[in-house]
């Protein structure tokens, strides 16, 4: 026994010996969005300019309260999420920095980015119908709303209310038609149910085209990789609410940090990721819309047909998604 | 100090023992309360949750979903406590006391769910089974739309079967390292006494195994509360859905701890409770070691056996590796590269060295317990096995709030002196992993630790004393031989469980260090479940390493027990 124990404490030595830290002038970034999105771009902008990023991922959450927490001593030069609430929630925390930068206000449509700047989307995932071509007939579907009609008792698939997209789908919803309405509309889809909700939305479109329901609501690009793995699945998207609102969108997106020791090369990313060049790469890596108007959509995105989107400023995702919950927790959609 | 003072009408043999005693007694405190002091620190930053009462979160829940919350999480709890003493102990009796067909294998092959995470055993079944899955759609195939029955997968029972299929291991092992132990002696006794097999199980064995057996049900019921993955696939909701949704969906991370904090304080009441019911017996082991007697199990009785075994092995093992080796083989080619080495070697070496950290911590712990039997030791030992009942991620947020403070402090006074101090000293290094990974599973590596010990009878080490042996002799010869089962189980959990751990991994690693429970975690994060089949399978792989470990150090510390305890 007394050999051998000298071993694990070599082992632990040179463990603790790996360097924790990054080269000083590496731009640190702390991502929700995951390392394959992310790092194919993060590569390219070192190749052309030289500049190294040095990232870890986790949920949105942890990373907000680590920022908090480091407070001024944070590492953490840029957040990046996968949603607007959690970015709006990141500014109200008071953790991001405002950027007053012409390129970004030229290339990002004002909805998608914080009316203070501490905020910006770069990508668009739009959440909206997929239906069965077998059994939806035309005219059945028009809008979120309508879904909660007594016709379609029976017929619909959900993702959980615990997914902070639909968090956002309802909050949206909310600012539109007020707290009253959308609690109807919400306890209507509950009422319609064919199965208890599900834990993601590849499951939920793969009941519709098992004919377990008939429609369910999605993001497009998760339909992009179904139809992409199986192209025989007879399933459709519809873009609702075309003669109102249009389509609820999200973003991913990304804000400078209050306390960001590299803020203006973190200012310089952030403006390279919305520029045309990267936001080719930015979107279609994972079948998203960009954000820069001036960039079409991927080909094979781009198929699935042009729509009319929400231009409600998506900080209200954020401010409302509290109230979004609770509404979601009264109609009892789990 | 109880156990200083010598006892009373003290003759020299028993002086002598007191004095072994009043050495290794020295210094248990010094070591627990620092140990405890570890794992209390992050919780009392989880409790500081309460300095800000939050009414309205709180009434919201409370009016809405808390009280379902409620009954969910206790069914749950009902349940998979209820399943995995069945198939843990039930199995644990037959693959260490009877003789069956396939035996030898089922014996370790009985241990592999455990390198299988919960959730992955979870998004499988669903796969399969659920309306949209390839059973069900054979099914209709044959009988048309509505012509079959099937059960809900998405329910009650099919998160109770899964969560039971994935903890079973932890009372299955700690059961049969109790079972290994207990000697031919003690049953041989209560056979020739008149007991059949059946009552020498119920009345003489499984009285005994109590300790390792509630031990192993009490981290498989921890590992229940604390989990989110598995119920988050089947969308059912518990207590930690409602902390979630506190943090995430209602932004208000206070809530979230008010939350957690209930949750450990029910866990802490719990464990005190059975310590209290199991009361003042012990457990020593009264007679000498070897192999038991197995019972030759025939006919029925023997294909029964082989039957239930493969039938759990199946379930729990063969058919979620058989999906995800069908998910990795349409993937493999474009996704392994260098990298997976990288990642297996990183999740290798925490797993290892958490081990060794960890185990060695709960050693300390066990023997201050034995060796100081006063009120402060125990509450320490109490609170040092706490940090598993919570949630990973809040979990995790506790260490890294503490953390960061430690960092903040050493900044400013560097700044002080007038250093440049940029970066944090400690988040973000692996130390910081290693101390996260003790806080969350000394209760993990507790149990088997402490089961084994209890059993050692206190006239051993009294015994090698009077012999002239040292203190240290003592421990590696008598202690360390006689504890190295509970060693190897604890070792081996830790490993498995480290390498699977999500959160802390997530939240405190080095920049761009990954390991396979991170690889997984990215792939899954936005549902591409297929994808992470490939790192799942390695991890798997990986956690086959300790198992074997194990497996062979057991069959060769049979025999050095045997030894001495003879000596």
Redesign the interface.
């Known amino acids: 026994?007394?050999k051998i124990s000298a071993w694990?404490l070599l082992?632990?030595a040179a463990?603790?010996c790996?360097?924790?830290?990054?080269a000083?002038d590496d731009i640190?970034v702390y991502s929700a969005r995951?390392?394959?999105l992310i790092k194919p771009l993060f590569d390219a902008y070192t190749e052309k300019t030289g500049v190294n990023i040095?990232?870890?991922?986790?949920?949105?959450?942890?990373?907000l309260?680590?920022i908090k927490?480091?407070?001024a001593?944070t590492?953490a030069d840029m957040l990046m999420t996968?949603d607007a609430g959690n970015l709006w929630?990141a500014a109200?925390e008071d953790i991001l920095a405002s950027v007053d930068s012409p390129v970004l206000d030229k290339h990002i449509p004002a909805h998608l980015r914080d009316p203070d700047n501490r905020w910006f989307g770069l990508s668009i995932r739009a959440r909206t119908i997929v239906y069965s071509t077998e059994r939806v007939k035309d005219g059945e579907l028009v809008s979120y709303e309508g879904l909660a009609d007594p016709s379609w008792k029976g017929r619909l698939c959900l993702r959980?209310s615990?997914k902070?997209y639909n968090?956002s789908l309802v909050a949206m919803m909310i600012a539109r038609l007020g707290e009253e309405k959308t609690e109807q509309i919400v306890r209507g889809w509950v009422d319609n149910l064919a199965?208890?909700?599900?834990?993601?939305?590849?499951?939920a479109m793969?009941?519709v085209?098992?004919?377990?329901c008939d429609a369910t609501i999605v993001n497009t690009y998760?339909y992009g990789?179904l139809l992409r793995k199986e192209p025989d699945t007879k399933l459709a998207i519809f873009w609702p609410n075309q003669s109102g609102n249009g389509v609820h969108v999200n973003i991913s997106g990304a804000g400078v940090t209050k306390h960001a020791?590299h803020s203006e090369a973190a200012i310089k990313l952030l403006e390279w990721l919305s520029s045309t060049e990267a936001q080719n790469m930015y979107a279609s890596l994972?079948m998203e819309y960009p954000v820069n108007t001036a960039v079409a959509a991927d080909p094979y995105v781009a198929g699935w047909g042009d729509f009319v989107s929400d231009t409600t400023n998506l900080g209200k995702a954020g401010e409302l998604?509290?109230r979004a919950?609770?509404l979601m927790?009264?109609a009892g959609y789990? | 100090m109880a156990a200083a003072q010598p006892s009373g009408g003290a003759g020299a043999a028993q002086a002598s023992a007191s004095s072994a005693r009043n050495f290794l007694a020295y210094r248990w405190q010094l070591i627990s309360l620092p140990i405890a002091g570890l794992v209390l620190v992050p919780l009392l930053v989880i409790f500081s949750g309460w300095l800000n009462p939050e009414t309205e979160t709180w009434r919201h829940l409370a009016e809405t979903v808390l009280g379902e919350l409620i009954v969910n999480t206790l069914v749950l709890l009902l349940g998979v406590g209820a399943g995995v003493l069945m198939l843990g102990v039930g199995l644990a009796w037959l693959t260490s006391m009877c003789r069956f067909p396939g035996r030898r294998f089922f014996d370790w092959a009985l241990m592999l769910p455990l390198a299988l995470p919960a959730y992955v055993l979870a998004f499988v079944f669903i796969g399969l089974f659920d309306f949209s899955g390839p059973v069900q759609g054979t099914l209709r195939e044959w009988f048309g739309p509505r012509g079959y029955w099937f059960p809900e997968v998405r329910s009650t029972g099919g998160v109770i079967l899964v969560m039971v299929l994935v903890l079973y291991p932890y009372v299955y092992m700690l059961a049969r390292t109790a079972f290994l132990t207990q000697g031919r002696g003690t049953l041989d006794a209560a056979r020739m006494l008149g007991l059949g097999p059946w009552g020498a199980f119920f009345r003489v064995a499984l009285p005994m195994a109590r300790p390792a057996i509630a031990a192993g049900t009490a981290l498989a019921l921890m590992e229940t509360l604390a989990d989110f993955g598995t119920v988050a696939v089947f969308n059912y909701d518990t207590f930690t859905t409602a902390i979630y949704k506190a943090w995430f969906g209602l932004f208000n991370l206070q809530a979230a701890a008010q939350l957690a904090s209930l949750l450990l304080l029910f866990v802490a009441m719990t464990l005190l409770l059975e310590r209290r019911a199991r009361g003042r017996s012990r457990y020593a082991e009264g007679s000498r070691g070897g192999q038991p007697h197995r019972i030759h199990l025939t006919g029925w009785h023997a294909g029964l056996a082989t039957g239930a075994a493969t039938l759990v092995f199946s379930a729990a093992f063969l058919l979620p590796m058989l999906q995800l080796l069908a998910w990795a083989w349409d993937i493999v080619r474009a996704e392994l590269d260098a990298r997976y080495l990288d990642l297996l070697l990183n999740t290798l070496m925490l797993g290892i060295s958490a081990a060794f950290v960890t185990v060695t911590g709960a050693l300390l712990l066990a023997f201050a317990r034995r060796y100081q039997r006063d009120a402060l030791t125990g509450a320490a030992v109490n609170i040092a096995t706490l940090g598993y009942a919570l949630p990973g991620s809040v979990l995790a947020v506790g260490i890294m709030l503490t953390l960061t403070g430690v960092d903040n402090f050493l900044q400013s006074v560097a700044r002080g002196f007038g250093f440049d101090a940029s970066g944090p000293v400690l988040t973000g290094t692996i130390a910081a992993l290693l101390l996260a990974y003790l806080v969350r599973f000394l209760a993990v590596a507790f149990g088997p630790i402490d089961s084994t010990l209890g059993r050692i009878r206190d006239s051993l080490p009294e015994a090698a004393r009077i012999l002239g042996a040292t203190p240290r002799e003592v421990l590696t010869r008598v202690f360390l031989p006689l504890l190295s089962p509970g060693i190897l189980t604890a070792i081996l959990l830790v490993t498995v469980d480290v390498m699977k751990e999500m959160p802390a991994t997530l939240l405190l690693r080095p920049f761009g260090w990954d390991t396979l429970a991170v690889r997984i975690y990215e792939l899954t994060s936005e549902g591409e479940w297929e994808r992470a089949a490939l790192p799942a399978i390695t991890l798997v792989m990986a956690g086959l390493l300790p198992v074997l470990l194990l497996v062979i150090r057991s069959a060769r510390s049979a025999n050095v027990a045997g030894r001495a305890e003879r000596t």
């Open positions: 026994m007394t694990p082992i632990m463990i603790l790996i360097p924790a830290s990054q000083a640190v995951k390392e394959h040095t990232y870890i991922t986790d949920k949105a959450g942890p990373l309260a680590r927490a480091e407070g001593n590492p996968v929630q109200n959980t615990k902070v968090q199965t208890p909700p599900f834990s993601n939305d590849t499951k793969q009941a085209a098992a004919g377990q998760y990789r020791r994972n998604q509290a919950v609770m927790d009264r789990k």
